[in-house]
């Protein structure tokens, strides 16, 4: 099980399609999984019911997916919140954390309304908050950092691919390696 995690809009389901295109595995969005769950838009569950409902689900169906069979999984931004998500997904799968600026994330996702951490009325400085909160806990929580910044998705899904190719067991579980481009 390949595992993509890091701040929305890193480019977790982009780089993930290809990427289970590349190594002929099915792709699996844990977003829609849970959507499929709800019966309704993320966004619409959340102003519905809160965000601590929404974990709830989240944990559930990650879950249930990372003991699924063997697939390129894209999580949510907030899959690494609570201990039990990352420790689950760091025993299950090789998780590559995409690390990416607030900066450039909020240039690819500005005009996306879908995102419900991000309607806000300054979605940049929410942005810098969750990469402050949460990027030692993707760190934590992967075996591979992969700096999204510069490289061109395909680029980044061919350094994947042949990093997967070189360590096909397990990334080495005690440390996550940096890798820059
Ligand atoms: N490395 C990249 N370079 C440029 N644009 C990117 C890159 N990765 C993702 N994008 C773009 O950023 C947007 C958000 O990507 P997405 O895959 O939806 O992120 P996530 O699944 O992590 O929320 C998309 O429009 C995507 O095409
Ligand atoms: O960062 C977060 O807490 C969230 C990110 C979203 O996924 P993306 O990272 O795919 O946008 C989605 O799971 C939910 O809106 C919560």
């Excluded at 997904?89 to 991000?118: I, T």
């Excluded at 300054?122 to 510069?150: F, I, M, N, S, W």
């Amino acid at each position: 099980m390949i595992i993509l995690i890091g701040l929305p809009g890193s480019g977790k389901s982009t780089v993930g399609r290809l990427l289970a295109r590349r190594l002929q595995l099915p792709f699996v969005d844990s977003d829609l999984a849970i959507e499929q769950r709800l019966g309704c838009s993320i966004r619409e569950f959340f102003e519905r019911e809160g965000e601590a409902r929404f974990r709830d689900v989240e944990q559930a169906v990650l879950d249930e997916l990372t003991q699924g069979p063997a697939c390129v999984l894209s999580t949510g931004g907030g899959a690494v919140l609570r201990p039990a998500n990352r420790q689950c997904l760091r025993e299950r799968g090789q998780v590559f954390y995409l690390r990416s600026a607030p900066e450039e994330v909020f240039r690819r996702v500005q005009h996306d309304r879908s995102r419900p951490l991000l309607q806000v009325a300054d979605p940049l400085q929410k942005l810098r908050e969750l990469h402050a909160q949460r990027d030692p806990l993707y760190r934590e929580t992967a075996h591979c950092v992969v700096e999204t910044g510069r490289p061109s998705v395909a680029s980044l899904v061919n350094w994947i691919a042949a990093k997967l190719e070189l360590q096909p067991a397990p990334l080495n579980p005690a440390h996550a390696s940096d890798a820059s481009h």
